[in-house]
Nanobody, 123 residues
């Protein structure tokens, strides 16, 4: 079992920045690829960033590429999502997720989920 606790979400103005954190406990954190997903009301959950176990490979959809950065600190069992140039359409609940070994791009591929943290971007 891996327990994930996401934090850092809050209300921010458009153009602002925010850093989300996801602290992991349980099994060896470095065995897991990590992803950040978001879900806005009435919309499907979508991946916004993913990172491999070592942190040397990252993936982003076009909607956030160049604005969001995922990173991890395996010594601290934590994955981060730095979000810059935020837009109102980035408003959503953000979730971190863990997948054993390999990076995935679909929520169904992930094994463990955090509780979500609300990000609201005002215009």
């Amino acid at each position: 079992q891996v327990q994930l606790v996401a934090s850092g979400g809050r209300l921010v103005q458009a153009g602002g920045s925010l850093r989300l954190s996801c602290a992991a406990s349980g099994r060896t954190f470095s065995n897991y690829a990590m992803g950040w997903f978001r879900q806005a009301p009435g919309k499907e959950r979508e991946v916004v960033a993913a990172i491999n176990w070592s942190g040397d490979r990252t993936y982003y959809p076009d909607s956030v590429k160049g604005r969001f950065t995922i990173s991890r600190d395996n010594a601290k069992n934590t994955v981060y999502l730095q979000m810059n140039s935020l837009k109102p359409e980035d408003t959503a609940v953000y979730y971190c997720a863990a997948r054993n070994l390999r990076v995935g791009f679909k929520g169904s591929e992930y094994d463990y989920w955090g509780q979500g943290t609300q990000v609201t971007v005002s215009s």
